[in-house]
């Protein structure tokens, strides 16, 4: 079955980084639409940022011009570069494949001070 294993989540200060990945594994990752999501405490599931097969990026204007969504088809694998970091920004983040069709475990990235 199609595994989705996210890594790279942490601790960060406000103003700070991180860059989160995602392997992907039992899919022919290349020809797979891939995208990141986010679920704070207390509120619903919402999209952060996807990329086509074809590289082609969109992000949520909450995150637009801070993160950077990023393929490495040779890899399987996906990231999101996270800059300037927000309090708001804590929540844990999931990948999908697909269309949401695949999920990962998710991992947690908190913004604090």
């Known amino acids: 079955q199609v595994q989705l294993v996210e890594s790279g989540g942490g601790l960060v200060q406000p103003g700070g980084s991180l860059r989160l990945s995602c392997a992907a594994s039992?899919?022919?990752?290349?020809?797979?639409?891939m995208a990141w999501y986010r679920q704070a405490p207390g509120k619903q599931r919402e999209f952060v940022a996807r990329?086509?097969?074809?590289?082609?990026?969109s992000y949520a204007d909450s995150v637009k011009g801070r993160f950077t969504i990023s393929r490495d088809n040779a890899k399987n694998t996906v990231y999101l570069q996270m800059n300037t970091l927000k309090l708001e920004d804590t929540a844990v983040y999931y990948c999908?494949?697909?269309?949401?069709?695949?999920w990962g475990q998710g991992t947690q990235v908190t913004v604090s001070s």
């Open positions: 999908a494949a697909g269309g949401a069709q695949y």
């Open positions: 039992r899919i022919i990752f290349s020809s797979y639409a």
């Open positions: 990329i086509t097969s074809g590289s082609k990026t």
